[in-house]
């Protein structure tokens, strides 16, 4: 049987409460993102009351608290801090993500080069 390429779930911590609306574009990015890559992941909305226990959980492990989307990886019951918004379109620009969340490329549609006459 094969391995998954990354056996750990990816967990994005948004927050559906946000009125800043790049926060709100970055989190619509990060999910178009990750399903252009088919990249399998959860989302924990960190607005949520019933969230916030794992919420700040969640804060205490990337040390950086009220910043959204966040990306981490679960394993099991070990939980690590992947990165922020930042380093998430690092990760996009450079063609990095299926590498790093287990997904897989997406198909460039590129225009044929026309031949030389």
């Known amino acids: 049987k094969a ?20 926060v709100v574009a ?9 399903d252009a890559h088919g990249v399998k ?3 924990l909305d960190g607005a949520d009351p019933v969230n916030k226990a794992r919420r700040n959980e969640l804060f205490e492990i990337s040390g950086i608290r ?4 966040h990306f981490f990886f679960e394993d099991g019951d070990k939980t690590t801090f992947w990165g922020g918004w930042s380093k998430f ?3 996009n620009e450079n063609k990095e993500l299926a ?9 460039s549609k590129s225009v044929p080069e026309m031949p030389a006459p």
């Open 89 to 91: 379109q690092i990760a």
């Open 26 to 34: 970055n989190q619509q990015n990060a999910a178009a993102i990750l």
């Open 41 to 43: 992941y959860k989302t």
């Open 66 to 69: 009220a910043k959204y989307p």
């Open 3 to 22: 391995k998954d390429k990354n056996p750990n779930q990816v967990l994005v911590l948004i927050s559906q409460q946000s009125f800043d609306r790049e």
């Open 99 to 107: 590498d790093e969340f287990g997904g897989t490329p997406p198909v």
